[in-house]
């Protein structure tokens, strides 16, 4: 696997799926603390149990929730790392940054919608981009996805051109319908991602894993 490009399976709700994914090297681990998402992690694992999975890229996701439960569940379930894909703003984000202990780090979520064609000029105006200068040294990855009411989990691809025409001041995941079959497209964008973030292409039903297409895209990577 490219030494550059990492990798982060998300959704995760079984012990012996994560534990064959740490074996395989995979570099984040992500588990969705959302109660909507049909990959609920705690309708599966208890936050003792996530606690005492031995990996250094444990990623909690979550979507506006309340900063109180973050904090808890983050302490409790040991995560390395905190992905905001609500609709958290920067005072929000900053009021988080300041809870969590120094060595979990923060990704923030760009949902980006596949259906409207939307100008360039509209994503450089954002709010969001047009406030990240002030929450900057607060988050370390930022992570561009497809936009859905379900905030995530839909196997649908947005259009990466997007990304080559907005500047990204950090270090990127890209999320949303990344498959075996469109993963050799990665050329086309001119600042790469730091990691791909796998979800729903890759199981056998929600939140179960299909090992073996995992097993497979690793080695197209």
Known sequence: MNNQLRLKVCGLTRLDQIQELISLNTDFLGFIYYEKSPRYVLNHLSLEEISKINHQGKVGVFVNETLEKIV?????????????????????????????????KII???????????????????????????????????????????FGGTGKQFDWCI?????????????????????DNLKILNQQPFSIDINSKFELEPGVKDLNKIRRFYEKL
Not at 74 to 103: P, W
Not at 121 to 143: G, M
Not at 163 to 183: A, H, K, R, V, W
């Open 163 to 183: 990304l080559n025409e907005i500047e990204i001041p950090l270090p990127y995941f890209l999320s949303g319908g990344i498959s075996e079959q469109n993963i």
């Open 72 to 104: 808890e569940i983050t302490e409790r379930a040991n995560l390395n790392i905190v992905q905001l894909h609500g609709d958290e703003n920067e005072i929000f984000i900053s009021t988080v940054r300041k809870r969590l202990n120094d060595k979990v």
């Open 108 to 150: 923030k979520a760009v949902r980006i919608d596949p259906e409207s064609i939307i100008s360039v000029d509209e994503y450089s105006k954002n709010r969001f981009f047009t406030s990240l200068r002030s929450i900057q040294n607060d988050i370390a990855y930022l992570l561009f996805d497809t936009d859905s009411k379900a």
